[in-house]
């Protein structure tokens, strides 16, 4: 059974990311009708229990709290909000959501500081209201899962972000190496960095949040690359879920990361992880190569039992 539908309403957004992966789909990709949504909200219910209304940013469409109350009467008991979080900064909009039906919202924080997360979206202010819908989130007590992109320009502040996700009472976050497609593949130079480089700061980051009690996860870094913090990694407990993505259907978003959207290369033939590891998003050894990652020796299902996926605070 689909446990999830990933729901993609448009690719209008408010944010101009550097790092989009949706690119210039805005300029060129129709927006779904309302009629279209109810269609596959409908249709996906006899498969899916849980729903992620996603884009571009879902919090422009006039029909969101719409969407969300026809959601839960046709009875999703998740129905997630994944934003940007600009708009969460105004309560009775974020009051109108919950009194929909939304369960949990997904707000994206780039940067531990305005000046990062607003160069990074390339809209000022951003910061500043992604940060008090957050803490508008929280005041409500809603549960809060955090993404933010790892990109060149973050990536020696994740642990500056994860003390500022523990401040703000965060009960789980996730770190997403950057997927270099649409505009982080024009800007590939300037915004993917290199795993050998950022992976002492990334596994700062999750031991402080581990400590502050957040869910700490990771997205997109291979097993070699986290030695000893196995836990946090998300593909290992990633619900199977089916994503409608403007005009093409993905079934199974695992079976799409391991047969299309990452690369397994000439190290991981003699690695002991290889049946677990799904590799780096192929874009990656495409233009850095091979040469960083070092195949395991080690037992998977030893060090997967003694290591159980990362647990945080509870809502």
Request: glycine fraction near 8%; charge should be neutral.
């Amino acid at each position: 059974m689909t446990n999830r539908l990933d729901l993609k309403f448009s690719f209008q957004c408010n944010n101009r990311c550097i790092f989009c992966v949706q690119g210039r789909k805005r300029e060129h990709m129709p927006d779904k009708t309302t009629e279209e949504l109810e269609k596959v909200l409908l249709e996906k219910r006899a498969t899916c229990e849980a729903v992620v209304f996603t884009g571009g940013e879902v919090s422009l469409r006039e029909d969101l709290i719409e969407m969300v109350r026809f959601a839960k009467k046709a009875g999703y008991r998740s129905i997630q909000i994944q934003t940007n979080g600009r708009r969460m900064s105004y309560m009775p909009f974020l009051d109108a959501l919950i009194e929909a039906g939304a369960t949990e919202f997904a707000p994206a924080l780039h940067g531990s500081d305005a000046a990062t997360h607003d160069t990074l979206t390339q809209a000022k202010g951003a910061f500043r209201q992604t940060l008090k819908g957050i803490i508008n989130a929280r005041k409500r007590g809603m549960p809060v899962i955090l993404n933010t992109v790892i990109v060149e320009q973050n990536y020696k502040q994740l642990p500056a972000m994860t003390t500022l996700f523990g401040q703000l009472g965060i009960p789980q976050a996730q770190f997403a190496f950057v997927h270099a497609l649409g505009s982080a593949e024009e800007h590939f130079e300037r915004v993917v960095p290199r795993y050998s480089e950022l992976r002492p700061w990334l596994h700062e980051a999750l031991k402080i949040g581990e400590r502050a009690g957040i869910r700490m996860m990771t997205e997109a870094v291979p097993f070699c690359m986290m030695i000893g913090m196995e836990r946090f990694v998300a593909e290992r407990i990633m619900p199977h879920t089916a994503i409608v993505d403007g005009q093409r259907e993905i079934q199974s978003y695992a079976e799409y990361r391991w047969n299309e959207g990452k690369l397994r290369g000439p190290p991981c033939e003699t690695c002991t992880w290889a049946q677990h590891c799904e590799g780096p998003w192929r874009e990656y050894p495409g233009r850095f190569g091979w040469d960083e990652f070092t195949p395991r020796d080690d037992d998977p299902d030893t060090v997967l039992t003694a290591q159980p996926p990362s647990v945080g605070r509870r809502g």
